[in-house]
């Protein structure tokens, strides 16, 4: 009966040191694992995950991550317009379909210019990088839109069609206005321009402009307005 109780004493006492073995066991393999764990960089919403529980990922396996705080547009703006396109300047998005503004900011200009096949251009075109500012939960990674970027601002200025403006042999801007009947040759400073209307000085508000004047046209021609 003793050796009976020794025995059972001894197992308890081998059993006792199995259990903490293994509760070590179990807590090296938690700290493993723990230390095992990727953490991303950004926080955001997993749009791939080409891995596989219990798989070894394969060579080149990535996850994607889109931050959706800190979208960004890319568009290609035509040569005449990017050489005035400027990193930190302001911009307005507007995705399709959607109502709402969002504020933006470029933040890369393209290196190199190239010229888009898909688009049928021939001009060549630089690929701009804008970062909204104001994202919400209604953007969705590969949005299409448009984009305005503001260049530069000019208040109480006069703006005057493009196609009222001429350059003679010298290079300089001119245009005609009309007093009395007769036309008057002024030379003008032109400012900003957004391909269609374009800033100008050395007239005053109010005064007669001729649009789309003939070639011929001089000054001090006598003309009659039409009805």
């Known amino acids: 009966y003793n050796d009976y109780i020794e025995s059972i004493h001894i197992d308890t ?8 073995t293994l509760k070590l066991d179990i807590e090296s ?28 990922a394969s060579s080149g396996s990535k996850i994607i991550i889109y931050d959706t705080n800190s979208y960004e547009f890319t568009a290609k703006a035509p040569q005449e317009d990017a050489v005035l396109i400027r990193e930190g300047q302001k911009s307005m998005v507007y995705l399709n379909g959607m109502n709402s503004i969002y504020e933006g900011e470029v933040i890369n ?11 049928g251009s021939k001009t060549p075109k630089v690929e701009i ?24 601002i000019s208040e109480n200025s006069l703006l005057l069609r493009n196609e009222s403006l001429k350059r003679d042999v010298d290079g300089k801007m001119y245009l005609f206005v009309l007093k009395n009947n007769t036309v008057e040759k002024k030379y003008v400073e ?30 001090g021609d006598s003309v009659k307005l039409k009805n």
């Not at 006492?13 to 903490?20: L, M, P």
């Not at 393999?29 to 764990?37: A, M, V």
């Not at 200009?109 to 688009?119: L, N």
């Not at 990088?129 to 530069?152: C, L, M, P, Q, V």
Request: glycine letters at 10%.
């Open 109 to 119: 200009v393209g290196k190199t210019a190239e010229i888009d096949t898909d688009s």
């Open 29 to 56: 393999i938690n700290n493993k694992l723990e230390n095992n764990k990727i953490y991303a960089s950004v926080s955001g919403v997993v749009t791939e995950f080409p891995l596989n529980e219990g798989r070894k």
């Open 190 to 219: 032109a400012g900003l321009s957004d391909g269609y209307l374009t800033e100008v000085s050395g007239i005053s508000e109010g005064e007669k402009v001729i649009l789309n004047p003939p070639e011929e046209l001089i000054d």
């Open 129 to 152: 990088t804008i970062r909204i500012k104001n994202s919400d939960n209604f953007i969705k990674s590969g949005y299409e839109g448009k984009a305005n970027i503001i260049i530069d």
């Open 13 to 20: 006492i081998n059993t006792g040191r199995d259990i903490n």
